[in-house]
């Protein structure tokens, strides 16, 4: 039986990054997000210092944080919104659309991205409707991350992250082609979470050559 992994990382006020929760789930149902993050919440995190939950579009996941962390800003992937913007662009038309649009994230405020955008959308409305709005109907979202420091913005806009530790996971676990059970399942994901937890630990994202080029 075929199962999905629903996966939260985070990044501390100390700049250290953090793996805090797995669970192999039936779905990535609203009902299901919501038992992995009601079940973070038990365990601690409130919500109350929590800045901002970036999200990858998923419904249920979307559903879910209104429920538990309902006054939490909310930042949607880029990545994965450029893809949606790209299944809805003519092939003639699409690299220099998303080269447009990804100048919008690139901004070094709110109000610079904001006028990007404006003048993006107006370059392609005419062409391509359904991308530009596509992109407007989250405008707000994807661009919570302008809130934080520069240093972070290209580490909190997506969940690139995550999809990191999708790859990794997979090229470990494809030799296997099955688990006898889920507890086995379990034990090789946990292995490999601890390993990126306990290389974080000494490498918090404060202090990293990266964060101090991009503040």
């Not at 299944?87 to 220099?96: D, N, V």
Request: charged share 30%.
């Amino acid at each position: 039986m075929k199962k999905v992994l629903l996966i939260a990382y985070g990044i501390k006020h100390t700049g250290q990054r953090e793996i805090i929760g797995f669970r192999l789930a039936g779905s990535e149902s609203a009902s299901e997000w919501e038992s992995f993050l009601w079940d973070l919440y038990r365990r601690g995190l409130k919500g109350d210092k929590l800045k901002q939950i970036t999200v990858d579009g998923s419904k249920g996941l979307l559903v879910a944080t209104l429920s538990v962390y309902p006054h939490v800003p909310r930042q949607r992937c880029w990545v994965h919104k450029l893809s949606n913007i790209a299944r809805r662009l003519p092939a003639k038309y699409r690299a220099e659309c998303l080269a447009g649009a990804r100048k919008i994230y690139l901004a070094t405020n709110y109000r610079k991205a904001y006028a990007q955008f404006r003048s993006w959308a107006r370059e392609w409305q005419g062409l391509v409707p359904k991308a530009v709005e596509c992109l407007e109907e989250d405008l707000e979202e994807l661009l919570t991350f302008l809130k934080e420091e520069p240093g972070l913005h290209s580490k909190v806009r997506t969940t690139n992250a995550i999809e990191r530790l999708f790859r990794e996971l997979r090229k470990r676990i494809r030799p296997m082609c099955s688990f006898a059970n889920k507890e086995s399942c379990e034990r090789i994901v946990y292995a490999l979470f601890k390993k990126y937890n306990n290389h974080w630990e000494e490498r918090p994202l404060w202090k990293t050559k990266e964060f101090t080029q991009n503040s």
